[in-house]
C-alpha cells in the first residue's frame, strides 16, 4: 500500500505558475504516475501522465503550459504550470496504480482568479 500527498497548490493570478508536488510513501520508480483534476460541476480528467521511464503525455488543454517530472530517489512527482488559465482552477489529484489496486492523494486546490 502507498499513501500520496499533494501540496503547492493555492491562489494565482492567470498567467502564473505553480509546482505542484506529489510525495508517495514508498517507491514508485516502477510506476506510472498521473495527475487529475476536477473542476466544480465537472468530471475528473486526466491531465498528465508519466511512465517508469519518463514517457509523457498530456491532455490537449495543457500541452505546452504544464510538464509532468519525476524524482525517484525522493518518491515524487511533479506538475509544473505555467500560464495558467481561469479555466485551470480545480483541485489536483497524483494517482498511481499498482498491480490491482489504485491509489489517489487527498488533492490540493489550484485557484486561478485576477
Known amino acids: 500500500q502507498v499513501q500520496l500527498v499533494e501540496s503547492g497548490g493555492g491562489l494565482v493570478q492567470p498567467g502564473g505558475s505553480l509546482r505542484l508536488s506529489c510525495a508517495a510513501s514508498g517507491k514508485i520508480s516502477l510506476y506510472t504516475m498521473d495527475w487529475y483534476r476536477q473542476a466544480p460541476g465537472k468530471e475528473r480528467e486526466l491531465v498528465a501522465t508519466?511512465?517508469?521511464?519518463?514517457?509523457?503525455n498530456y491532455a490537449d488543454s495543457v500541452k505546452g503550459r504544464f510538464t509532468i517530472s519525476r524524482d525517484n530517489t525522493k518518491n515524487t512527482v511533479y506538475l509544473r504550470m505555467n500560464s495558467l488559465k481561469l479555466e485551470d482552477t480545480a483541485v489536483y489529484y497524483c494517482?498511481?496504480?499498482?498491480?490491482?489496486?489504485?491509489?489517489w492523494g487527498q488533492g490540493t486546490q489550484v485557484t486561478v482568479s485576477s
Open positions: 508519466i511512465t517508469s521511464d519518463s514517457s509523457t
Open positions: 494517482r498511481t496504480s499498482m498491480g490491482w489496486n489504485i491509489y
